[in-house]
């Protein structure tokens, strides 16, 4: 997952039930292969699923191999399995990697040579399984991963020029705010290609981010598709219709076109209103709200002075918005300046090895208007 959400993501999955562990980067939960279904279809700021298959000290090559070598492959590989191996090794003293991703893939090999009476090479021709070794000083991890593409791959984004947020690295941020989809607009004023606002329909309209896409686990050997199924109709069944009131904005009309074409291959077109409007134009009377925007930053920065001149337009335009919740993510760390208002709190995260920081001003709702009067206005987020 991306570097700083390991607490969002342990949240998911005690929410779902599951008693976690986290460590730096991952979070760890036992579980059954339904429960490798269930976490898959409906966790959102995850990145993958793996399977823990063993752990073991290797101080040498030799002992890296026959631990490998020791597990019971036959009990998850096929003999058809393509299974290509990975490797990465931290503060160790077995620190090449292409020897370690080949000694292990070779007592791998062996040992299903072995088992199956294969005298020539294993075909390969099969499934696959994606085998990751993981050596952090000199303690070694067998993992099995269950997910293929990563998890942001929810199947709807189209392609778009930018550099658009990760599907669950922008869940993730919706997860880290206090909006209540029943009763506060959501605002995206710098949608893009609308990932934010998309992901934030999703999680309204409880839909499982993982619905319309396949994983590894559907070509394992035991894999129980009528389970899948009945898990994923039990999902479909859970979706709510309940109206929302989420708004994605861009200066660019080609981005919000874009926005649109994403939002109906999400299957929530209808939840969200995307309009060309530049920061500057923005206005609204509802009392609150909750604002989650990516501003242009770091290779997006090719103008300097016109994003710092945007995030001035944003501090002039959303600061005296005090009933609501405004969140902005940005590598310029000098977005407070020309916000022209420190944070309630910063949150460092990392979008792939870039670091990031979620700049956070909460609001002080008023809910003095009666509920049903903020719910039915008709375009609580307009221009005039």
């Known amino acids: 997952m991306a570097g700083g959400f390991e607490a969002v993501t342990a949240k998911e999955l005690q929410e779902m039930g599951y008693t976690t562990h986290g460590e730096t980067g991952r979070v760890a939960f036992e579980g059954t292969m339904q429960d490798v279904y269930r976490t898959n279809l409906w966790l959102r ?42 490797a990465k090794a931290v503060r160790s003293k077995l620190h090449s990697e292409p020897d370690v991703q080949s000694i292990a893939k070779k007592a791998i090999v062996e040992r299903l040579s072995t088992y199956y009476h294969r005298r020539t090479r294993l075909p390969e021709s099969g499934a696959t399984y994606h085998i990751d070794v993981r050596i952090t000083k000199d303690a070694v991890r067998l993992t099995l991963d269950t997910t293929g593409e990563s998890l942001f791959k929810r199947g709807y984004r189209a392609e778009s020029a930018g550099a658009p947020l990760k599907e669950n690295f922008a869940a993730a941020l919706v997860l880290l705010t206090n909006w209540h989809p029943e009763d506060m607009p959501f605002l995206d004023p710098t949608c893009g290609s609308g990932t934010i606002p998309i992901e934030a329909a999703l999680l309204a309209r409880n839909i499982a981010p993982g619905i319309q896409r396949h994983f590894d686990f559907e070509g394992f050997q035991g894999f129980d598709a009528a389970a899948f199924a009945e898990m994923k109709e039990h999902a479909q069944a859970a979706q709510n219709n309940d109206p929302v009131m989420i708004f994605g904005q861009d200066i660019d009309q080609n981005m919000v076109e874009l926005s649109r074409v994403n939002a109906d291959k999400a299957g929530v077109l209808h939840d969200v209103r995307f309009k060309q409007l530049a920061v500057r134009d923005f206005k609204t009377t509802v009392p609150n709200g909750v604002i989650v925007a990516n ?18 337009q944003m501090g002039d335009v959303f600061r005296p918005l005090t009933t609501w919740s405004q969140y902005y993510l940005t590598s310029d760390l000098e977005f407070e300046n020309f916000f022209g208002k420190r944070a309630t709190k910063r949150r460092k995260l990392y979008n792939g090895a870039m670091r990031v920081d979620f700049f956070q001003y909460w609001g002080r709702p008023n809910w003095q208007l009666p509920k049903h009067l903020v719910t039915s206005l008709s375009d609580p987020v307009k221009e005039d």
């Open 295 to 312: 501003p242009p930053y770091g290779k997006r920065l090719s103008d300097t002075a016109s994003v710092r001149e945007l995030y001035k």
């Open 45 to 86: 700021s995850a990145d993958r699923i793996l399977i823990v298959l063993k752990e073991f000290k290797a101080y040498s090559f030799d002992e890296l191999f026959e631990n490998v070598k020791a597990f019971p492959w036959e009990e998850w590989l096929p003999m058809t399995a393509h299974f290509p191996v990975t």
